[in-house]
């Protein structure tokens, strides 16, 4: 099997991901003459990045269920009035969307601001997600928070904020147990149980469904992970920076470029290096590099990340 490298590219407005796109049978466009013998991914992904031209995405099953972007503009604007966006996407059809809010957060000497991010996906590789979590079918009244440090681009995912506290996520980080989650040591009011697929997602309920999240996140205001960041920025990495790097687990290449982005930041801060810059090079390599990563592997990467340089810093 061939592995496609690719580079994400970057865009500032909806329209550049606000494509048309749709489902149809895969029969429609082959020749008349072509047989389908194959009883399954039979549904074409087919969208239309400019006017006459088409792309197939992806080819899957009759129930699957597609979200376009467009859907999620209308959520948004009929939620949030303003904001700004920073949005990551590639040719294959893969979209990280960081909607920005104007809400300062002071992170050590540095200041970041609120975000949402949603990541979505026409090639059905990657699953829908609001703040790096799946589709769920039941309720929460916590969500996470996640920042946009402006320095970089950056967007960072609030990966500690299914904690209820700093010391509870303290606790989870000094029981050995990374990178899975001991749910036990989780707040309940925060989890969120049963996965729902992409398959027969009923569109009126998930629309629904993402304007009770939004609101979860407007009104929240707390965050552990900004705790957690903010601690990273008082501790100093170990001398063997570049070491560290590969520990965390991204490929040796992107932790070549993190070491060159670190070095870079430290120049333009004028300071020495903390594990905030390291995370934020990591974060930095891993969204902005070439790579054969999805967007959803890429942030698997960044969650590990923070979590093993947190567990450093206390």
Same mark, same amino acid.
């Given at each position: 099997?061939?592995?496609?490298?690719? %580079?994400? *590219?970057?865009?500032?407005?909806?329209? @550049?991901?606000?494509?048309?796109?749709?489902?149809? $049978?895969?029969?429609?466009?082959?020749?008349? %003459?072509? *047989?389908?013998?194959?009883?399954?991914? @039979?549904?074409?992904?087919?969208?239309?990045?400019? $006017?006459g031209s088409f792309q197939v995405f992806a080819l899957q099953g009759k129930d699957y269920s597609l979200i376009p972007n467009t859907l999620l503009r209308e959520v948004v604007d009929s939620?949030?009035?303003?904001?700004?966006?920073?949005?990551?996407?590639?040719?294959?059809?893969?979209?990280?969307?960081?909607?920005?809010?104007?809400?300062?957060?002071?992170?050590?000497?540095e200041q970041v601001y609120k975000t949402l991010i949603l990541n979505n996906s026409y090639t059905g590789k990657t699953p829908f997600t609001i703040q790096g979590t799946t589709l769920k079918d039941e309720r929460t009244n916590k969500a996470r928070i996640s920042f946009y440090r402006q320095l970089c681009s950056n967007s960072l995912m609030g990966w500690a904020d299914d904690f209820s506290s700093l010391e509870q996520y303290q606790s989870w980080l000094g029981s050995g147990q990374m990178p899975k989650i001991n749910n036990s040591l989780v707040d309940p009011t925060s989890v969120v149980h049963k996965k729902i697929s992409h398959k027969k997602l009923d569109l009126s309920w998930f629309e629904q469904y993402l304007k009770e999240v939004i609101s979860s996140f407007l009104s929240q205001h707390t965050s552990v992970t900004a705790q957690v960041h903010s601690r990273l920025t008082q501790v100093s990495p170990p001398k063997q920076v570049?070491?560290?790097?590969?520990?965390?687990?991204?490929?040796?290449?992107?932790?070549?470029?993190?070491?060159?982005?670190?070095?870079?930041?430290?120049k333009i801060l004028k300071t020495e290096p903390t594990l905030w810059l390291v995370y934020n090079a990591i974060n930095y390599s891993l969204l902005n590099s070439r790579s054969s990563l999805t967007i959803g592997d890429r942030y698997e990467l960044d969650k590990k990340a923070l979590h093993h340089l947190a567990a450093l810093a206390f």
């Open positions: 099997m061939t592995i496609v490298s690719t %580079s994400l *590219e970057r865009a500032s407005q909806w329209d @550049q991901i606000c494509f048309p796109v749709h489902t149809l $049978p895969l029969a429609q466009l082959l020749p008349a %003459s072509y *047989e389908l013998l194959a009883t399954d991914r @039979q549904t074409a992904v087919v969208g239309e990045g400019e $006017p939620c949030i009035s303003d904001y700004k966006l920073d949005i990551h996407f590639s040719d294959r059809g893969e979209f990280s969307i960081a909607i920005i809010l104007p809400q300062p957060v002071r992170i050590g000497e570049q070491e560290l790097i590969v520990e965390t687990g991204i490929p040796k290449q992107l932790a070549k470029i993190a070491m060159e982005r670190l070095r870079k930041e430290e």
